[in-house]
């Protein structure tokens, strides 16, 4: 175990935010030849690593969200967890790297798949052109240590634009940001009914008759939005809000969004959140997260984030989104469009399971609504996948925190079936 959070230590020092992760990419590939791998890598930054005659091949991604101030990361111990200060820790994935560079100098016999931009829409692992040496699987991006997951949602980003005009209109301007929400990931956290940032304020300037000079918000395509901050325009001073702080600038004549109306009524429209629920699995089927708000060159972008564990419900999901933006006059557009992973119970998700049920009596074989990049790999050649991972709380937000005793037992769960597939 202190091998692996050595390893994690030494990940989390060099900077791997999504599209920033050539270092981190040089230093994994010296690191696996050093433990005796043939390595070759591809255009996507895909790390493909072979030793011996594999029966097994261990997955993770490489990349990190960047919150707070990572890359700059400083790692703390409290209460039994592992956290960072000020930034998001990044275990997901460091930690399942980590778990696979302790293998890689324990086991003779291994086949790694280290993949690039897993969250920024699985690229690398869409991109990924090589073959795979063995037909077994185990990808280490989970984030509940008892369950074995075999299927998992699908996933589509949503690009929405408005050309917008500036109009003199004369008022009090305010400053406004929104404080105190949580954020979250789109997929695990969008059940807890987090709430938006984005369309709090935006629901806050409506209540109270503003007009939009400014206004940005959200962190990533797969995070719930945080963060938000606008410069408005009001007539009269607007009402105190325990999640808005309002700051006064000037009295004046501005240039305002003469499409602020329409903004809000499209954010305020919006049904963000949980779309479809499936009772048999009790997971989310079915989400959409507004994530991204931007006001940039005369135009204003909005990016989304649809999810679904069924192919006909992500693609209908992709349509009603469509349409409804379109009705506000928005120009609409998707890409990294990745359907649903509908696995079947086999008998490597079995001896995944009979290994976890060793550490957790209450080990389960189940489905995420969150996307795994098994779910890409396997629709490209044969393979029977599986996915583990430790506790991991609040990823994708500066309160990640990672569960030091249950990262401790699935270690053990990935070496038993490292041996067992010797």
């Not at 079947?344 to 489905?367: G, R």
Request: hydrophobic letters at 40%.
């Amino acid at each position: 175990m202190q091998e692996v959070l050595g390893h994690f230590t030494q990940i989390s020092q060099i900077p791997h935010c999504s599209f920033d992760t050539i270092k981190l990419k040089q230093f994994l590939e010296q690191f696996a030849r050093e433990a005796g791998f043939k390595v070759t890598s591809d255009k996507a930054g895909n790390i493909h690593c072979i030793k011996g005659e594999p029966k097994i091949c261990l997955q993770a991604h490489y990349d990190m969200v960047c919150m707070g101030v990572a890359p700059k990361i400083e790692l703390f111990e409290e209460d039994g967890f592992l956290k960072a200060k000020n930034s998001s820790l990044g275990a997901d994935n460091g930690i399942g790297l980590a778990m696979i560079l302790a293998a890689m100098r324990e086991f003779k016999n291994l086949e790694c798949l280290l993949t690039n931009d897993e969250e920024v829409g699985l690229l690398g692992a869409n991109a990924f052109e090589g073959k795979l040496c063995t037909n077994k699987l185990l990808n280490l991006d989970h984030e509940i240590d008892d369950e074995v997951v075999i299927g998992c949602a699908g996933g589509v980003d949503i690009q929405a634009i408005l050309p917008f005009t500036r109009e003199k209109m004369r008022g009090k301007l305010y400053e406004l940001e929104a404080v105190g929400f949580k954020g979250g990931h789109s997929g695990m956290d969008i059940i807890n009914n987090v709430k938006s940032s984005i369309k709090e304020l935006a629901a806050f300037i409506f209540k109270n008759e503003g007009v939009i000079v400014e206004f940005e918000g959200g962190e990533r395509i797969n995070s719930i939005p945080k963060h938000a901050k606008a410069l408005v325009c009001f007539k009269n001073e607007p009402s105190q809000s325990e999640h808005i702080k309002c700051k006064f600038i000037s009295e004046a004549e501005f240039l305002a969004c003469a499409q602020s109306q329409n903004l809000l009524y499209t954010i305020n429209a919006f049904s963000q959140g949980v779309r479809a629920f499936d009772k048999h699995l009790n997971i989310v089927q079915t989400s959409i997260n507004l994530s991204l708000l931007k006001m940039k060159e005369n135009t204003i972008q909005i990016e989304l984030f649809a999810r679904s564990n069924k192919l006909e419900g992500l693609r209908n999901l992709e349509f009603e989104t469509k349409t409804f933006f379109e009705s506000f006059g928005f120009k609409i557009s998707s890409s990294n469009f990745y359907a649903p992973w509908e696995g079947e119970e086999n008998d490597f998700t079995e001896a995944v399971l009979e290994e976890l049920k060793k550490e957790f009596k209450t080990a389960q074989i189940l489905a995420v609504h969150a996307g795994l990049e098994c779910g890409v790999l396997e629709k490209k050649q044969a393979l029977k996948c599986a996915s583990i991972g430790p506790n991991i709380f609040n990823p994708h937000s500066v309160d990640e925190r990672l569960d030091l005793a249950s990262t401790a037992k699935i270690y053990k769960v990935v070496q038993a079936l490292c041996a067992r597939f010797q």
